[in-house]
């Protein structure tokens, strides 16, 4: 069963303070990673894609990658309430019925 | 460029009956997925077409259906609605299917009563 998990939340911090949010994958078999910020209402923004182990940066985000343990995880530095959404991670699994597959996603609050 | 549009934004239909939805990808995009959300299951993939193939199908019973023009746009078929497809559908187009981003539309709300 291919199969992403997010720890659901809701996650709270501060403004300013940094987001840690995480997300673990079942099967190894999988070369592209997404992170989709939700915000209520809305439809999911596509906010960062990772293909490689290691960190990708992209101005407050940063996305890290570890195909070994395979987990994916994004960094929300300098946090600001307009960051406070849902985030979803999603993992295309190759092989057989390739798919994209997202997981329930991650309730975030920014506190001014 | 402009985004996924997706038609209608909102629909309201009785068990039952039969709904379609139309989604136009990003211009040069020629692979279109289609989910359901629900905030009890998340979301969840029903389909992709790619060059007016199907290319995957999820977990969804017959009743769901969906085609591709040959102008990339596409649309899904709910045939006899029940209670619980009152869902948000969102349709997403990508350049290719292997593995590239996915752009979502603004998707349609579908209440069925």
């Known amino acids: 069963q291919k199969e992403v998990e997010q720890n659901s939340g809701p996650l709270s911090v501060p403004e300013g303070a940094i987001a840690s949010l995480n997300c673990t994958y079942s099967d190894r078999v999988s070369q592209s990673f997404f992170w989709y910020r939700q915000y209520s209402g809305k439809s999911p923004e596509l906010i960062m894609s990772?293909?490689?182990?290691g960190d990708k940066e992209d101005g407050r985000f940063t996305a890290q990658l570890n195909k070994a343990s395979q987990y994916v995880s994004l960094l929300i530095r300098d946090s600001q309430p307009s960051d406070s959404a849902t985030y979803l991670c999603?993992?295309?699994?190759?092989?057989?019925?390739?798919?994209?597959?997202f997981g329930k996603g991650t309730k975030l609050t920014v506190n001014p | 460029k402009a985004g996924v549009t997706q038609t209608p934004r909102y629909l309201i239909k009785t068990r039952g009956q039969q709904v379609t939805l139309s989604c136009s990808p990003i211009s040069g995009h020629r692979s279109v997925s289609w989910y359901q959300q629900t905030p009890g299951q998340g979301l969840q993939f029903l389909f992709e077409y790619f060059s007016e193939t199907q290319r995957n199908k999820g977990n969804f019973p017959g009743r769901f259906s969906g085609r591709q023009f040959s102008n990339s746009r596409s649309e899904m078929n709910v045939s006899t609605l029940e209670l619980g497809d009152s869902a948000l559908y969102l349709c997403?187009?990508?350049?290719?299917?292997?593995?590239?981003?996915?752009?979502f539309g603004p998707g349609t709300r579908l209440t069925v009563t």
């Open positions: 990772i293909y490689s182990n």
């Open positions: 997403a187009s990508s350049l290719d299917s292997r593995g590239y981003e996915q752009y």
């Open positions: 999603a993992v295309n699994f190759q092989g057989g019925s390739e798919k994209l597959v």
